[in-house]
């Protein structure tokens, strides 16, 4: 069975702290793909990212990175210099063979 | 880059009736994907449908609950059916641009559905 695990509910930084979210998920399947998404207050679902777990690099986007590592089963995104705006709840998601799950998400808030 | 409306973006219905939400899309699309929201919960997908197929639903969704229309590439339809207070969610239509590098995936603005 698959499942995702984003252990912190909920996180507060001061505006341009760094902050790490993490993911850690558990499959079978030897190809999936894992994904982040972001939820504004606002309430409209962003894409951020969709990686291939044969695809072990990391990725860096701007501000955002993602720390991809099979060996932990973990895929976790980082904020560097945070800002306001990216006050949300991200949440972390795996696709397999059999169907696509999300974490639970975790809500970040940022202070300025 | 695609974008999303959907319609209505919030209903209050009655248990018993049902409602259909419309999800259009600005581009043409081969995979349109239906998910559900719960109140303060993550998201779940109900259902991947194809144009010219049947929809395929996913574990502990039924196409007699939940049916879907895929008419053509850019528009489909979710009916919630016989609706009960649990149906009350935020109904989220998605679409994916790209199936390999790039690719993206973009989602509408939602239904929220509140049934009593």
């Known amino acids: 069975a698959q499942k995702v695990t984003q252990a912190q509910t909920e996180i507060s930084v001061v505006e341009k702290e760094d902050v790490t979210l993490d993911c850690v998920y558990e499959?079978?399947?030897?190809?999936?793909?894992l994904f982040w998404y972001k939820q504004p207050p606002s309430g409209e679902l962003v894409f951020l990212i969709r990686?291939?777990?044969?695809?072990?690099q990391n990725e860096i986007s701007g501000r955002y990175s993602w720390n991809f590592q099979k060996s932990t089963s973990s895929f976790n995104f980082t904020i560097t210099a945070s800002q306001v705006v990216d006050s949300a709840v991200y949440f972390c998601?795996?696709?397999?063979?059999?169907?696509?799950?999300f974490g639970k998400g975790t809500r970040l808030h940022i202070l300025p | 880059s695609a974008v999303i409306s959907q319609k209505p973006s919030r209903d209050i219905c009655q248990r018993g009736t049902s409602l259909t939400i419309q999800c259009q899309v600005d581009?043409?699309?081969?995979?349109m994907f239906w998910y559900r929201q719960q109140p303060g919960q993550s998201l779940t997908l109900i259902a991947t449908?194809?144009?010219?197929?049947?929809?395929?639903?996913e574990s502990g969704f039924v196409i007699d609950k939940f049916p879907i229309s895929r008419p053509n590439l850019t528009f489909s339809t979710l009916t919630v059916s016989n609706m009960s207070p649990e149906d009350s969610s935020i109904y989220l239509c998605?679409?994916?641009?790209?199936?390999?590098?790039?690719?993206?995936?973009?989602f509408g603005p939602g239904t929220r559905l509140t049934v009593t």
């Open positions: 998605s679409v994916e641009v790209g199936t390999g590098i790039p690719y993206e995936q973009y």
């Open positions: 499959t079978r399947d030897t190809t999936y793909y």
């Open positions: 990686r291939n777990s044969f695809d072990e």
């Open positions: 998601a795996l696709s397999g063979d059999d169907k696509i799950i």
């Open positions: 581009s043409q699309v081969t995979m």
């Open positions: 449908a194809n144009q010219g197929s049947e929809a395929t639903y």
